[in-house]
């Protein structure tokens, strides 16, 4: 049996999550980290199936390096989160990264509750 196999599987991929709803005011940068291209690819691999770096990398054909500042970016703005841990053929530990948040709206004004 190889570590792969023993590594804890990722959570079911349609689990229901948040919504949230961020005043404009508040927004702190999530327009400009969604102004990237790239950040948009690795929304969409990781909405698919929570995946590490390496393999966000893999799928998207760019740096390492680069996907790790996307990542870092989009869970700045709450819209990743690390999932779990997965360990390489070589034994080591790697995050899983997956959405944290279903769907964002923003406000122009404060939300009513």
């Avoid at 500042?69 to 390489?88: I, N």
């Amino acid at each position: 049996m190889t570590l792969e196999q023993l590594s804890p599987q990722p959570g079911d991929p349609d689990v229901e999550r948040e919504r949230r709803t961020v005043p404009l005011d508040r927004s702190n940068g999530l327009f400009e980290v969604l102004a990237s291209e790239t950040a948009h690819e690795v929304i969409a691999v990781v909405r698919e199936s929570p995946s590490t770096p390496s393999e966000i990398a893999d799928e998207l054909d760019v740096s390492l390096q680069a996907v790790t500042y996307h990542l870092r970016r989009l869970q700045r703005v709450d819209l990743l989160t690390s999932v779990g841990v997965r360990y390489s053929k070589k034994g080591r530990e790697m995050s899983l990264y997956g959405l944290s948040t279903e769907s964002v709206t923003v406000t122009l004004t404060e939300p009513r509750m």
